[in-house]
């Protein structure tokens, strides 16, 4: 089944104790993005990635860290976690990213973070 | 600047009613429009997609949207809701020469 997986999809975690959540597609999609989700907010994307080996920073990048080696693995690292990063974070992917590509998007399950 | 706007937070409506979600965008290039579902403690899925053609589009679960090019609008609607449709709805706009731009979303609740 074409899915995207994240895990975990509840974490709590006490200030400044780093964390990584995982995503991963087996679409062979080429973009992949991190995006998080506050009441009254709407999505608001972190990062981004156009393919391996090339991530850019979203709308509110800072106190998160990305990597892309494979094309299949988009993890989201938190170095240094604090609450205002309490939020519900979700990974999706697309096709290709490419300006005005009319692709819509996969999304995972969400990740639900708190932290104290 | 480029943005899509939900004019609605929240609208309650009765079971069987119809509905309408209202999104409006801005763009001053050719788009792609979309629609997505997001269901209690789910992510998010496509509801349905205008990429050219035929404005008035369908998508899953009996949602249908029109686009209107002169008023810069693509607004969601449902002749008869049911309560599984209780959810939050996105409303995006990938402009030809830029990415996904989001909606603020919508929550649809149903009262029986």
């Known amino acids: 089944e074409a899915q995207v997986t994240q895990n975990p999809r509840y974490l709590i975690t006490v200030t400044g104790k780093k964390l990584t959540v995982t995503c991963s597609q087996n679409?062979?999609?080429?973009?992949m993005s991190w995006y998080r989700q506050d009441p009254g907010l709407g999505l608001r994307q972190i990062y981004y990635?156009?393919?391996?080996?090339?991530?850019d920073k979203g709308d509110v990048p800072e106190g998160y860290k990305v990597s892309r080696k494979e094309k299949r693995n988009f993890p989201l690292i938190l170095e240094s976690p604090s609450p205002n990063q309490t939020s519900l974070y979700f990974c999706?992917?697309?096709?290709?990213?490419?300006?005005?590509?009319?692709?819509?998007?996969?999304f995972g399950s969400g990740t639900r973070l708190t932290v104290v | 600047a480029q943005s899509v706007t939900q004019l609605d937070s929240q609208v309650p409506v009765f079971e069987e009613a119809p509905v309408e979600l209202r999104c409006n965008y801005s763009?001053?290039?050719?788009?792609?429009l979309f629609w997505y579902v997001q269901y209690p403690n789910q992510g998010l899925q496509l509801l349905l997609k205008?990429?050219?053609?035929s404005t008035l589009v369908k998508g899953i679960n009996g949602f249908e949207a029109e686009f209107n090019k002169s008023q810069t609008s693509f607004h969601l609607r449902k002749p008869s809701v049911h309560i599984s449709d209780t959810a939050e709805y996105f409303c995006?706009?990938?402009?030809?020469?830029?990415?996904?731009?989001w909606g603020a979303g919508t929550k649809l609740i149903i009262k029986p």
């Open positions: 990635s156009m393919n391996v080996e090339v991530t």
């Open positions: 763009s001053s290039v050719s788009v792609y």
């Open positions: 995006a706009v990938r402009p030809s020469n830029y990415q996904l731009i």
């Open positions: 999706a992917s697309s096709l290709s990213g490419r300006t005005g590509a009319n692709y819509g998007y996969t």
């Open positions: 205008y990429l050219s053609g």
């Open positions: 679409m062979n999609h080429e973009y």
